[in-house]
Each structure stands twice: as C-alpha cells, then as structure tokens.
C-alpha cells in the first residue's frame, strides 16, 4: 500500500464530494438570480446579496461560503464575497460559447434518476429520456444552445457542400430531435425563405418548442411534430440530428430512414458529442462529463427504445462513420469540431 498514492486519492474522493454538492450550490445560484445580482457588482455581504434577490441571508451566506470554497466566488476576509467577471460569463451569459450553466442543470436532473440507474444495471433494462426529471430537459438545451447560436449558421452550415446556398433560396430542413427546439428555431430565423420543422418523440418538449416558437414570433415559419427518427414523415434537402443520434435505439435504422426521405443532392448533418476513437484520449475532464451523462442518460435511453445499440455520448467519428454508411449514406467527412462538438457531413453523392 503506498500512502502517499492513497491520501491523494482520499483528497481527489473528497474533491469530488464538493463537485457534486456544488452542481447543486450552481442550480441555486441560477435559479435565484443570485449570480446575475453579483455579476458587475463588486464585493457583496449576504445580506446586501439576499436584498437583491429577495432571499433569506441565513442561506445565502452558507451558500456564498460554499462557492467560496469551490473557488467560484471570491472572499475579502471581512464578510464580502465577489463573483469575478471571468466567473460571471460562463455563468450568466446564455449567449456565449463560454457558458456552462445549463451543464449544471441536465447534471443535476441526471443524478435525480441514481436509483433508477442502479436497478438497471442489475436488470439490463432503459430508462426513456422522458422519465427523467425536468431539470434534464431543459438543462440540455441550455448547455448546447449556445455552442449552436455561436457556431450554427456563422461556422457550421457555411461548412457544408453547397448546402448554405441552398437555404439562403429556399428549401426544406428537417430537425430531428429537436428537444425544445433551440436549433429548429435558429434555422429558421437565419433562413426565413426555408421551412423548418421539428421532430421529436418526447411530447412534453415538442409542446415547449412550440410555446417556444411563439413567443419568438415564428409560429408560421416553423412547425413541430411529435415522431421519432425513423417514423418522421416529408421529404428534405437538410435533415439535421443534434446531438441525439447517440440516444437513438436504432441510431443505423435512423439513418436509413433519412436516407429514403432526402430530395436529391441532400445533406445530412450530424452534431455529436466531441470524443476521440480510443477511450484513453477520452479521459480528460470534458470525456468524464460525457461518460457521466452517457451512464445516466444516453445509454439507458437508447436500451429503452427497439434494437438499443447503446452507441454512447463518447461513441467517436470511426464508430459513427460505421452507423451512417451501414444506413447507406457513402460520404461522411468532418466538417468542425469545438471542444464540446464534433460536426460531420453525410451524403451520397
């Protein structure tokens, strides 16, 4: 026994303790607008910070003392605490591709369903995407909005074979999972002579994406439907998956099913999860989340539905080149990649 290696590992242990209590510290934080009130405000007391958010100061200094001692928060040592302004972007700036804080969220609404993951791994058996808490759903398309609104229609579409042009015209974009329709409604905003619909199989986030259409305005430019990947219906020159072919049960049978319902020339775009080929380039900080929500998510989701390959959130570009040409695409190139996304262009022609 080397104990030296074993107190570092305590202290990793321990570590990892506060991470998990802290996601929930920055759920609070968010929900209360307590990052937001500190954002530009300089040093602060809780009870200065509980008058600006009408809270109780009792809690809000054990909460500013725990982000203390995660380092989110800085302490003057006289009772103030400051949210730095490198803090406050990634924490409150739902427009930059610094932002983090819808992570925190679908973190936190993941780790709700513990209990029910453990009982599958005895059993073998899914846990569908909509059995999960709300948390989930709406901590997801925080966390990849905004890598979509900064790199969607300025680095992303640009990027594919002819298919800007396209749009810019006028054609037709499918968005299958769509969720609560983040992407769906970018498109349509950037293309306003396209049409746009969403498609996903979760009722409750294709009635969000709705509401969501109609509070922008775009209820007449954009439609959403409830239908999964290989059961949506219409013919399109776009069909774009965001990040959801890895929670597919039949991610293969999904691309078949776009492949038979492109108009000649189509494009198929995917947006995945970055990861790399081999599992020991995956075990850095941004993999560790990933396998994380892929135990609580995405793998228990695709055993849920019919044939659940189980692709995974880390599944790569080799694994996922397999799946789209086995669903009879011929052409698959990378396109972009961000440290949270990797962009792939598949055709057949």
Same mark, same amino acid.
């Given at each position: 026994?080397?104990?030296?290696?074993?107190?570092?590992?305590?202290?990793?242990? @321990?570590?990892?303790?506060?991470?998990?209590?802290?996601?929930?510290? @920055?759920?609070?934080?968010?929900?209360?607008? #307590?990052?937001?009130?500190?954002?530009?405000?300089?040093?602060? =007391?809780?009870? +200065?910070?509980?008058?600006?958010?009408?809270?109780? +100061?009792?809690?809000?200094?054990? !909460?500013? %003392?725990?982000?203390?001692?995660?380092?989110? #928060? /800085?302490?003057?040592?006289?009772?103030?605490?400051?949210?730095?302004?490198?803090?406050?972007?990634?924490? =409150?700036?739902?427009?930059?591709?610094?932002? @983090?804080?819808?992570?925190?969220?679908?973190? &936190?609404? /993941?780790?709700?369903? $513990?209990?029910?993951?453990? +009982?599958?791994?005895?059993?073998? =058996?899914?846990? /569908? !995407?909509?059995?999960?808490?709300?948390?989930?759903?709406?901590?997801?398309?925080?966390?990849?909005?905004?890598?979509y609104l900064n790199n969607l229609t300025s680095a992303w579409i640009p990027a594919l074979d002819g298919v800007e042009a396209k749009l810019a015209a006028g054609a037709r974009i499918a968005d299958v999972g769509c969720g609560h329709g983040a992407s769906t409604l970018l498109l349509a905003q950037a293309y306003p002579a396209s049409s746009v619909v969403g498609f996903d199989a979760h009722q409750g986030s294709v009635d969000a994406a709705r509401k969501r259409a109609a509070d922008a305005g775009l209820s007449?430019?954009?439609?959403? +439907?409830?239908?999964?990947?290989?059961?949506?219906?219409?013919?399109?020159?776009? &069909?774009?998956?965001?990040?959801?072919?890895?929670?597919?049960?039949?991610? $293969?049978?999904?691309?078949?099913? @776009?492949?038979?319902?492109?108009?000649?020339?189509?494009?198929?775009?995917?947006?995945?999860?970055?990861? *790399?080929?081999? #599992?020991?380039? *995956?075990? *850095?900080?941004?993999?560790?989340?990933?396998?994380?929500?892929?135990?609580?998510?995405? =793998?228990?989701?695709?055993?849920?539905?019919? &044939?659940?390959?189980?692709?995974?959130?880390?599944?790569?570009?080799?694994?996922?080149?397999?799946?789209?040409? %086995?669903?009879?695409? $011929?052409?698959?190139?990378?396109?972009?990649?961000?440290?949270? *996304?990797? &962009? #792939?262009?598949?055709?057949?022609?």
């Open positions: 026994m080397d104990e030296t290696k074993l107190t570092e590992f305590v202290e990793k242990a @321990v570590g990892d303790v506060g991470a998990l209590l802290g996601g929930a510290m @920055v759920v609070i934080g968010d929900k209360l607008g #307590l990052y937001r009130a500190m954002a530009g405000a300089g040093p602060l =007391t809780p009870a +200065e910070l509980a008058a600006r958010t009408g809270t109780a +100061e009792r809690y809000v200094r054990e !909460w500013a %003392s725990a982000q203390a001692a995660r380092g989110y #928060l /800085s302490y003057d040592g006289a009772g103030r605490f400051a949210l730095p302004d490198e803090h406050a972007v990634p924490l =409150t700036d739902e427009t930059s591709p610094a932002c @983090v804080i819808g992570a925190f969220e679908i973190a &936190v609404g /993941s780790v709700y369903a $513990t209990d029910a993951i453990a +009982e599958r791994f005895r059993t073998g =058996t899914g846990f /569908s !995407w909509g059995a999960h808490d709300d948390h989930v759903f709406g901590g997801c398309e925080r966390f990849f909005r905004p890598g007449g430019r954009v439609r959403f +439907e409830t239908a999964a990947a290989t059961t949506f219906d219409g013919h399109y020159d776009l &069909v774009c998956f965001f990040d959801c072919l890895h929670d597919m049960g039949d991610p $293969t049978g999904a691309c078949a099913h @776009v492949h038979d319902h492109l108009a000649p020339g189509g494009t198929l775009m995917l947006i995945e999860p970055f990861a *790399n080929d081999d #599992l020991s380039e *995956n075990l *850095n900080p941004v993999g560790a989340a990933y396998y994380g929500f892929s135990t609580l998510l995405c =793998t228990p989701s695709s055993l849920s539905q019919e &044939v659940g390959m189980a692709l995974s959130a880390q599944a790569g570009e080799a694994r996922l080149r397999e799946i789209v040409t %086995s669903g009879g695409f $011929t052409r698959l190139r990378r396109v972009a990649e961000t440290p949270f *996304n990797i &962009v #792939l262009e598949a055709r057949t022609s």
